[in-house]
């Protein structure tokens, strides 16, 4: 499950909130996998359920007046249990004071909320989180098998389709496979070599759609040695001879 790890990830960093994990995620993976933001708080809820993750206690500044430790709850003589002091979050989901409204984007849509009803609560791992996070790291990924792939069925159904011309389906859909990766090497080439984790996807992207222009090539030689065997055999058949027309005796023979 890539979105659950990756907000443990993000968050073994020090605690964060919702939209900041959202931000955080698409800049990691260099903003080539949009991540909606009910899916990062629908993975933090389950998160939650499961142990692995608590909500810090957002009516409880980490720093600044009322905070524990400072001048305000010193002059107040408020008792402050050490377990309740919470460190910093990394947080840009409190809104500016100033702003009515906080505009909330997607990566198909834009929409504006509330402030009051944005989720200001900051994330945090637990102790079951981080042993979650290390068997994580310490694991490889399985590669089971493949899932559905729109072109693959496409161009199988094709193969076997009369009507359908498999080699103008093939031309078509290597042009847009170019252009897709002329618009990734474009986005390699602007990153800068120092983001590491940017290259590295970007990276995987060309090799991916390298693959596939590979397998386009190998798809139309394939079909033009299966044309080429299927005219080898058509002419090479000899024509039937015609039955013959003549009569046939009482004892069997051909006149």
Do not use: C
Not at 84 to 94: F, I, L, V
Not at 193 to 213: C, K
Not at 215 to 232: F, I, K, M, V
């Amino acid at each position: 499950m890539a979105v659950k790890h990756a907000l443990l990830a993000l968050l073994a960093r020090g605690p964060a909130g919702t939209y900041q994990l959202r931000k955080d995620f698409e800049a990691a993976t260099g903003t080539t996998w949009p991540l909606n933001i009910g899916q990062v708080a629908t993975t933090l809820a389950r998160l939650e359920r499961d142990g692995l993750v608590i909500r810090l206690d957002p009516g409880r500044p980490a720093n600044g007046p009322g905070a524990p430790g400072s001048a305000t709850a010193s002059a107040a003589s408020t008792s402050v249990p050490a377990a309740a002091a919470q460190p910093t979050p990394r947080n840009s989901d409190a809104a500016p004071a100033a702003a009515d409204a906080a505009p909330v984007t997607g990566p198909s849509n834009t929409q504006t909320l509330p402030t009051a009803n944005r989720d200001v609560a900051a994330w945090t791992l637990t102790d079951a989180g981080r042993e979650e996070l290390a068997h994580w790291w310490a694991s490889p990924v399985a590669r089971r098998a493949p899932e559905r792939d729109e072109l693959v069925i496409k161009l199988a159904l094709a193969t076997a389709s009369p009507d359908v011309d498999v080699a103008a389906l093939i031309q078509q859909q290597r042009q847009a496979t170019q252009t897709t990766l002329h618009e990734i090497n474009r986005a390699r080439r602007a990153a800068a070599d120092e983001d590491l984790a940017t290259t590295l996807v970007l990276d995987h992207h060309v090799f991916i759609v390298e693959a596939e222009l590979r397998w386009l090539d190998d798809a139309e030689g394939r079909l033009t040695r299966a044309a080429a065997l299927r005219a080898s055999a058509a002419s090479t058949t000899p024509a039937a001879s015609p039955a013959s027309t003549a009569p046939v005796s009482s004892t069997g023979r051909r006149s």
